[in-house]
């Protein structure tokens, strides 16, 4: 690879505004629109907010659910074709803006933009197919776009933003080559997307089989008790004051614990504390105030933590603690939870939720249930954290590529035919 020759020549700067056309779109709300298509024989219709929520560059109508308008109110818009490009008019953040996505796939479709949106179409002599959804990425476009932006409780973007912005583009050749290398990055993230869902369905339906004794592992078997929480659970109550606190304790806030996944995902200290609860490694606290009923995290180490969260310790005779982790995070005592008391901050009440009625398997089961719920978390977890690093790898190649820091090998085929400027 480092024998092959590169891309060379000067990037070409060009003024956009030079090489474009505008499309006419739409202005329908969602309330014009049949949702996915379910009716009728309507154009496809484009939202913003179809591109806002998208984590895809490309849009292929053949693969994606978009909604429909009917074909009267679409008589004088324009069809988007492949290598249009479609950008969002405003976004609530700075982040937002210019968001695009280029259109593929749309032979046999007709598709058109619509509310928020402003639809561009290149010359395809100077920008390929393809490489245009990466406009977006290209520092000296964003920055751009971005000072360009007002408005108070928006960033807007218009069509004098997009036509006055200049842009150093390289040859079409290696246009096509940087944006064939960088689909297939984002093909990887999509089939890592894709086995993160599945692998998060199947870890979901194991808890549902696993934790009711619909499904026994196997070695198991006999009938399961029932038990009041409270039988098997306390809370740990120990307050802890801040000179009985070294400054290397751990200390738990509600905003350390990710939403839903049991991560902590920040360990701070106790440097400066006030009242709180210690806890013990084994522990699983659980956040209490009504917003936070879906942190929980199972304690590795010891340490302390706000007293909006509870930690709960297990009589190890009736009850594994990892195994009352799985529960909670079934969402077992989730409705039980929501009876509150307090008014500018519902809490849960101890009370009521300690009688809520949890199975009883024998400790082996449990353990054993535990293990194979943990198993399943730790890969999906290892998936998520290779989902990043491919993400972050992808941010790092287009700050090289669309800048010309770094330019790429010339494919054979190109190679073989002649010089490549």
Same mark, same amino acid.
């Given at each position: 690879m480092s024998g092959r020759r590169r891309f060379g020549g000067e990037w070409q700067t060009r003024r956009l505004g030079n090489h474009l056309r505008f499309l006419r779109h739409g202005s329908f709300p969602r309330s014009y629109l049949v949702p996915n298509g379910e009716v009728g024989g309507g154009v496809k219709y484009l939202h913003y907010g179809d591109i806002h929520t998208s984590d895809r560059v490309h849009l292929d109508p053949t693969a994606t659910a978009l909604p429909t308008l009917a074909k009267d109110h679409a008589r004088r818009l324009d069809r988007l074709s492949d290598g249009d490009l479609v950008f969002v008019d405003a976004s609530e953040d700075i982040g937002g803006v210019g968001k695009s996505i280029e259109i593929i796939? *749309?032979?046999?479709?007709q598709l058109v933009s619509g509310l928020h949106t402003i639809a561009v179409r290149f010359n395809k002599a100077v920008l390929a197919?393809?490489?245009? %959804?990466? /406009?977006?990425?290209?520092?000296?476009?964003?920055?751009?776009?971005?000072?360009? %932006?007002a408005g108070t409780k928006v960033y807007a973007t218009?069509?004098?933003?997009?036509?006055?912005?200049?842009?150093?583009?390289?040859s079409l050749p290696e246009q096509r080559a940087i944006a064939a290398v960088l689909m297939d990055v984002?093909?990887?993230?999509? *089939? /890592?997307? %894709?086995? $993160?869902?599945?692998?998060?369905?199947?870890?979901?339906?194991?808890?549902?089989?696993? !934790?009711t004794g619909r499904t026994r592992l196997p070695g198991f078997d006999g009938e399961w008790g029932t038990m009041r929480l409270g039988e098997c659970v306390q809370i740990r109550g120990d307050r802890v004051s801040s &000179?009985?606190? &070294?400054?290397?304790? !751990?200390?738990? @806030?509600? @905003?350390?614990?990710?939403?839903?996944?049991?991560?902590? $995902?920040r360990r701070?200290?106790?440097? *400066?504390?006030? %009242?709180?609860?210690?806890? @013990?490694?084994?522990?699983?606290?659980?956040?209490? /105030?009504?917003?936070? /009923?879906?942190?929980?995290?199972?304690?590795?180490r010891p340490g302390v933590c706000s007293t909006e969260i509870w930690p709960l310790t297990s009589d190890p005779l009736k009850a594994d603690s990892r195994f009352i982790y799985w529960l909670i995070r079934a969402d077992t005592l989730y409705e039980a939870a929501q009876v509150s008391y307090g008014t500018h901050m519902p809490r849960a009440d101890w009370k009521v939720v300690s009688e809520v009625p949890v199975p009883r398997p024998p400790i082996p089961e449990q353990r054993a249930i535990a293990a194979v719920l943990t198993d399943m978390d730790a890969e999906? @977890?290892?998936l998520e954290r290779r989902l990043a690093k491919t993400r972050a790898v992808k941010q790092g190649m287009m700050q090289q590529l669309l800048t010309g820091s770094i330019r790429l090998p010339i494919p054979d085929a190109i190679a073989e035919s002649g010089p490549v400027q």
């Amino acid at each position: 690879m480092s024998g092959r020759r590169r891309f060379g020549g000067e990037w070409q700067t060009r003024r956009l505004g030079n090489h474009l056309r505008f499309l006419r779109h739409g202005s329908f709300p969602r309330s014009y629109l049949v949702p996915n298509g379910e009716v009728g024989g309507g154009v496809k219709y484009l939202h913003y907010g179809d591109i806002h929520t998208s984590d895809r560059v490309h849009l292929d109508p053949t693969a994606t659910a978009l909604p429909t308008l009917a074909k009267d109110h679409a008589r004088r818009l324009d069809r988007l074709s492949d290598g249009d490009l479609v950008f969002v008019d405003a976004s609530e953040d700075i982040g937002g803006v210019g968001k695009s996505i280029e259109i593929i796939g *749309s032979e046999g479709h007709q598709l058109v933009s619509g509310l928020h949106t402003i639809a561009v179409r290149f010359n395809k002599a100077v920008l390929a197919d393809g490489f245009k %959804a990466y /406009l977006q990425f290209c520092p000296r476009f964003r920055d751009h776009l971005r000072r360009l %932006a007002a408005g108070t409780k928006v960033y807007a973007t218009n069509r004098v933003h997009i036509a006055t912005a200049e842009l150093r583009v390289p040859s079409l050749p290696e246009q096509r080559a940087i944006a064939a290398v960088l689909m297939d990055v984002d093909v990887l993230i999509g *089939s /890592l997307e %894709a086995l $993160i869902a599945k692998k998060r369905a199947i870890k979901r339906a194991a808890m549902q089989q696993l !934790l009711t004794g619909r499904t026994r592992l196997p070695g198991f078997d006999g009938e399961w008790g029932t038990m009041r929480l409270g039988e098997c659970v306390q809370i740990r109550g120990d307050r802890v004051s801040s &000179s009985k606190a &070294s400054g290397d304790t !751990l200390c738990v @806030e509600l @905003e350390d614990i990710e939403q839903a996944t049991g991560r902590l $995902i920040r360990r701070g200290l106790a440097s *400066s504390v006030s %009242a709180k609860y210690s806890f @013990e490694t084994g522990d699983v606290l659980f956040g209490r /105030l009504r917003p936070y /009923l879906r942190k929980w995290w199972h304690a590795d180490r010891p340490g302390v933590c706000s007293t909006e969260i509870w930690p709960l310790t297990s009589d190890p005779l009736k009850a594994d603690s990892r195994f009352i982790y799985w529960l909670i995070r079934a969402d077992t005592l989730y409705e039980a939870a929501q009876v509150s008391y307090g008014t500018h901050m519902p809490r849960a009440d101890w009370k009521v939720v300690s009688e809520v009625p949890v199975p009883r398997p024998p400790i082996p089961e449990q353990r054993a249930i535990a293990a194979v719920l943990t198993d399943m978390d730790a890969e999906v @977890e290892k998936l998520e954290r290779r989902l990043a690093k491919t993400r972050a790898v992808k941010q790092g190649m287009m700050q090289q590529l669309l800048t010309g820091s770094i330019r790429l090998p010339i494919p054979d085929a190109i190679a073989e035919s002649g010089p490549v400027q």
